[in-house]
């Protein structure tokens, strides 16, 4: 592949999709969702739709970062914008960071960036990064000037505070 690659891991209808690849236009960004119908809002058809330098795939994360470290593949980038946090101490096993699948997502990506408006969950996040890296990640509070996704809008909107968790490998 001749373009660096962004991932936006669970993009939802694509609007941050969008976005990084207007600010990344040397880079091919890859939306990537398990929702057709969240899918659709941009055009989607047989699991995959496209334009200039972004495309939309329906796939299961955990799918696609298997393949992607099977082929050998690099990300430049890749982005978690909020992912459903499973706030019950009971779910924890559904959350990324405690994913069997998290170490190899963490490893393909020269980039990591995951955005959520739950201080646990980036703490969590954080030292797991660490655990799987042995490098600190970067988690702080922070506030986008044109947020990226529909629920970076709605939470900043709202007054929640938001927090991103950043790892550069």
């Not at 982005?79 to 706030?87: A, E, R, V």
């Amino acid at each position: 592949m001749d373009m660096p690659l962004i991932i936006d891991a669970g993009c939802g209808t694509g609007e941050s999709t969008i976005r990084l690849a207007s600010k990344y236009p040397d880079c091919l960004v890859i939306g990537a969702d398990k929702s057709a119908r969240r899918l659709k809002r941009q055009g989607l058809v047989d699991n995959i739709a496209g334009k200039d330098n972004y495309l939309f795939v329906r796939t299961d994360l955990v799918d696609l970062w298997r393949q992607l470290k099977a082929v050998g593949w690099t990300i430049r980038k890749q982005l978690l914008l909020y992912p459903n946090p499973w706030p019950r101490a009971r779910h924890i096993k559904r959350r990324w960071h405690a994913h069997p699948v998290f170490a190899d997502m963490i490893s393909l990506a020269q980039e990591t960036e995951m955005r959520c408006n739950w201080p646990v969950y980036a703490d969590e996040f954080g030292r797991a990064v660490f655990l799987v890296t042995g490098q600190p990640a970067r988690t702080e509070l922070f506030s986008p000037d044109k947020p990226l996704s529909p629920f970076e809008r709605k939470y900043q909107n709202s007054g929640h505070r938001l927090y991103r968790c950043r790892i550069k490998l």
